[in-house]
């Protein structure tokens, strides 16, 4: 199994697929590598190198202190797989989370990217989205069995048109375990004191984090129904950055799944940049 120990002593799982330019996958908060497993597929093996980290206290890598569930500590783990693998430059394609993890590396270690995708993620969080999380987090559902999840997956997530039932399903299947006692979420559930607690929360001004992207190939990705990136914030992105690939993603919320149509051209355009 692909793992790595961490400069604080956590073990922590990834993936390393194909050859070809290196594009390092950072998940959702609560997610792990397996929120790219519908983009993969639609990838060249032989020029794109897959790599897809779990973060510490998600997936199969270790739990470690809440208090290091912050987003530094992250880009600093991003920046320590790159090391083991022994790569100097990656592309970054963020997934909400992920994204914020990415900006923050531009503004901290840019000579290590090759380009960054942000997939519905800004320098602005709408607090409605924000609410949203905060009622899951770190939290069971109240579903008994991932037939129940992935039936009413589809009404509660919010911005979402044509999924089929087998998407809900493969989404459930990631995010609980099934018990006896009903579903129980695959992360540590202290990442709700992580996240909600004092100091663990991302800056309140993140634009210069966005800007720190200058001089990067960048792509941008919004869930049309996306409830955490506002059409506002977005339209301000694209006027910062007018070379930046930007697209709308339609019967999507937060966040598109990176296997639509107009997720699949903006991302092979971008790839297209970055040689």
Request: overall charge negative.
């Amino acid at each position: 199994m692909p793992q790595f120990v961490t400069s604080d002593g956590l073990t922590l799982f990834y993936t390393d697929e194909g050859a070809g330019l290196p594009l390092l996958c950072l998940a959702g908060l609560t997610r792990d590598g397996r929120d790219f497993d519908y983009l993969a597929p639609h990838l060249d093996a032989a020029k794109v190198r897959l790599i897809r980290l779990d973060y510490r206290g998600r997936g199969r890598s270790d739990w470690g202190d809440p208090a290091s569930y912050t987003i530094p500590t992250e880009a600093r783990d991003a920046l320590e797989l790159l090391d083991h693998l022994g790569l100097a430059q990656a592309a970054v394609l963020g997934t909400s989370r992920g994204g914020l993890i990415a900006m923050v590396l531009a503004a901290s270690a840019k000579a290590r990217l090759l380009g960054v995708a942000l997939n519905d993620i800004g320098p602005e969080i709408a607090p409605e989205g924000l609410e949203v999380i905060k009622g899951y987090l770190g939290r069971n559902p109240v579903w008994r069995s991932h037939d129940e999840a992935a039936a009413a997956r589809g009404a509660v997530m919010r911005g979402f048109a044509d999924v089929p039932a087998s998407r809900w399903r493969a989404e459930v299947e990631k995010f609980y375990r099934e018990t006896p006692e009903g579903l129980v979420i695959t992360y540590d559930p202290a990442l709700r004191e992580a996240v909600l607690g004092s100091g663990a929360q991302p800056a309140a001004d993140l634009w210069p984090l966005f800007d720190a992207l200058k001089g990067l190939p960048l792509c941008a990705l919004r869930g049309a129904g996306s409830d955490l990136l506002s059409p506002e914030t977005f339209a301000q992105m694209t006027a910062r950055r007018p070379d930046m690939i930007a697209a709308e993603i339609p019967g999507r919320g937060h966040v598109p799944f990176l296997d639509e149509p107009a997720a699949l051209d903006a991302l092979a355009r971008w790839l297209r940049m970055l040689g």
